[in-house]
């Protein structure tokens, strides 16, 4: 998977996912530090980290949109420097509606990316795809474990706007090795977006329903759901329901994101080795398995066996992201999954008020059961509808 300089290729593109994933993880883990600098309660905190995934989710299709039309090089530079903007702009905020304006142009630089680092791997390794993005997935979940426990010593130990500042001269170092890496095109030149009509539109209609598209669409919708859902409770019912310490809950849930790092390679190598259908059902029957055993049983130690198990459900992502990238037509992958893309995140953005909602009438145990029901749903869809 090295020669040729696609090794190069790899490093830096993980290396900018790293920094993307990372730090819109590390946000949340500064808003109590923001809360106290600038006085603001937990509806505008939460509004704020809303406005930052929501505008993640509404970029995939412009980002993919881009990459078809400018390359997928200039897409991938432009996102880090987009990145460098907001961080600066985070740490130097000097009101409540500054900060908005920043995460709102953080959440746009790690939207645009996250859809073309895709397609540019799957196009660099059309062999290897699977591998490659488990690779890249990987190492956006180092960045969930660095660096919000990062950024949270820097605001321990100085002030929160330094845990922004920090990410300054690393995003301009990835946006430098992705200039110098990554090809100006890794798809083929010609796109089907570089005019829109109608019938650009009707091209991208037939390219997106195929069924093998459509199928790995829900699923990811219903591991979106999940994923959205599991995140931003997690800590909160380890404390409540199983009554772990607040410190406790922490390293459990750290435990979740570090898991994955080996997960998600294991799992994009399992879908290239013995295929994508077997390896997507077995990581999602995992995941509702997980699901019902965290409602049964406690302890400490327990947890932390059972936050590894939930760590399943990271594996799916590299599996089923390659399979719908390679279901679309080459001349509008970027552009036709930055649109599914979109629309599952915006269709799973509910989830956590749903979970919230359970949690507030005492139905904490039955919403996370919820959440093991989808995963079963989508090992469903994997046994029937992804038959050759």
């Known amino acids: 998977m090295a020669g040729g300089g696609r090794g190069w290729i790899l490093l830096s593109v993980s290396f900018g996912w790293f920094l993307g994933l990372g730090m819109r993880l590390a946000a ?74 920043a995460f709102v142009l953080l959440g746009s630089a790690t939207g645009i990316y996250a859809t073309t680092r895709f397609t540019s791997l799957v196009d660099v390794f059309p062999q290897r795809a699977g591998t490659a993005t488990g690779l890249c997935s990987a190492a956006g979940n180092v960045g969930t474990v660095l660096l919000p426990a990062g950024a949270g010593l820097l605001a ?16 301009a170092t990835a946006a430098l090795a992705l200039w ?49 859902g599991f995140t931003s409770f997690y800590p909160t019912y380890l404390v409540s329901i199983k009554g772990l310490s607040e410190g406790g809950a922490a390293l459990v849930y750290s435990v979740f994101f570090a898991a994955g790092i080996a997960i998600q ?17 077995g990581f999602s029957v995992a995941t509702a398995i997980a699901f019902v055993v965290l409602v049964s049983m406690g302890g400490f130690w327990t947890l932390v066996g059972i936050s590894i198990l939930l760590s399943a459900q990271l594996g799916f992502w ?19 999954f930055g649109f599914l893309r979109t629309v599952y995140l915006l269709m799973a953005a509910s989830t956590p008020a749903l979970i919230g909602a359970l949690g507030d009438r005492g139905l904490f145990d039955e919403a996370f059961l919820l959440l093991g029901g989808c995963a079963a749903i989508t090992a469903l869809l994997g046994v029937v509808f992804l038959r050759k």
């Open 265 to 281: 390679p294991i799992a994009g190598a399992a879908a290239d080795t013995v295929g994508e259908r077997v390896t997507m059902v």
């Open 318 to 336: 590299p599996i089923a992201q390659a399979a719908v990238i390679d279901a679309l037509p080459t001349e509008m992958q970027g552009t036709g």
């Open 156 to 171: 321990g130990w100085a002030t929160w706007r330094l845990g922004f500042a920090a990410a300054v001269p690393l995003f």
């Open 28 to 101: 949340p883990a500064l808003v109590p530090y923001i809360r106290a600098d600038f006085g603001i309660g937990l509806s505008t905190a939460g509004l704020l980290l809303s406005l930052l995934w929501v505008t993640y989710a509404l970029l995939q299709l412009p980002g993919g949109i881009l990459g078809d039309r400018i390359g997928e090089r200039n897409v991938l530079v432009l996102s880090s420097v987009l990145a460098v903007a907001a961080v600066a702009a985070s740490a130097t905020a000097w009101s409540v509606a500054a900060l908005f304006g």
């Open 180 to 228: 110098f890496t990554v090809p100006p095109h890794t798809s083929k030149r010609g796109s089907a977006v570089d005019e829109l009509s109608i019938e650009t539109i009707r091209r991208l209609a037939r390219g997106i329903t195929n069924r093998r598209a459509l199928v790995f669409t829900a699923a990811m919708f219903l591991m979106s759901v999940i994923y959205q």
